[in-house]
C-alpha cells in the first residue's frame, strides 16, 4: 500500500473513530485553535499530573482531515512526558514543513502521524493537518510546561 492510500484509510478511521472526541474533564491546560480558511474550530483539553500527558481529548468542528489529524494527535501524544510530548508535535511540524526528510524516524516517531507526510502538494490542506500539533504545542510554549 502506498502512502497516499494509507493516507485515505488513516484519515476515514479516524474521522469516523470518535474516541478523542469527548469532553475531558478534569484537565489543566485547554487551548483552542482555529483555521479559518476552512472553518475548523477545534478546543484540546489535557490533564497533565507529574510532568506527564496523563490524557487528552478534543471537541469542535472541522473536515475529516483536521479531525483525524487531531484524533492521531492525541493517540501520539498520550503517556508522554511533556517533553516527549513537546518534541514529538515539532518533529510533525518540521516533517510538514520538509525540514525533517529522514522517512524511517518520521514513520517510528510519528506511526499514523506519517501519512500527512504528502499533504504539503495539498496546499489547501496542511492547516487543516497541522492545526491540532501547532495549537498544543502553542499552548505548552504559553503555559511554560517545559522548564
Ligand atoms: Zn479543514
Given at each position: 500500500?502506498?502512502?497516499?492510500?494509507?493516507?485515505?484509510?488513516?484519515?476515514?478511521?479516524?474521522?469516523?473513530?470518535?474516541?478523542?472526541?469527548?469532553?475531558?474533564?478534569?484537565?489543566?491546560?485547554?487551548?483552542?485553535?482555529?483555521?479559518?480558511?476552512?472553518?475548523?474550530?477545534?478546543?484540546?483539553?489535557?490533564?497533565?499530573?507529574?510532568?506527564?500527558?496523563?490524557?487528552?481529548?478534543?471537541?469542535?468542528?472541522?473536515?475529516?482531515?483536521?479531525?483525524?489529524?487531531?484524533?492521531?494527535?492525541?493517540?501520539?501524544?498520550?503517556?508522554?512526558?511533556v517533553e516527549e510530548a513537546y518534541e514529538k508535535l515539532d518533529l510533525f511540524l518540521k516533517m510538514i514543513r520538509g525540514e525533517e526528510t529522514d522517512d524511517?524516524?518520521?514513520?517510528?516517531?510519528?506511526?499514523?502521524?506519517?501519512?500527512?507526510?504528502?499533504?504539503?502538494?495539498?496546499?489547501?490542506?496542511?492547516?487543516?493537518?497541522?492545526?491540532?500539533?501547532?495549537?498544543?504545542?502553542?499552548?505548552?510554549?504559553?503555559?511554560?510546561?517545559?522548564?
Open positions: 500500500m502506498d502512502l497516499n492510500e494509507l493516507y485515505s484509510q488513516v484519515i476515514l478511521e479516524h474521522s469516523q473513530d470518535k474516541s478523542n472526541k469527548r469532553v475531558l474533564d478534569p484537565y489543566t491546560m485547554e487551548e483552542r485553535g482555529h483555521n479559518p480558511s476552512c472553518g475548523d474550530d477545534i478546543t484540546l483539553r489535557v490533564d497533565i499530573e507529574d510532568g506527564v500527558v496523563k490524557d487528552i481529548a478534543y471537541t469542535g468542528i472541522g473536515c475529516a482531515i483536521s479531525q483525524a489529524s487531531t484524533s492521531i494527535m492525541c493517540d501520539q501524544i498520550r503517556g508522554l512526558k524511517e524516524k518520521l514513520e517510528e516517531e510519528l506511526e499514523e502521524g506519517y501519512v500527512f507526510k504528502n499533504i504539503s502538494t495539498m496546499p489547501a490542506r496542511v492547516k487543516c493537518a497541522v492545526l491540532a500539533w501547532h495549537t498544543l504545542k502553542n499552548a505548552i510554549d504559553e503555559q511554560g510546561e517545559i522548564s
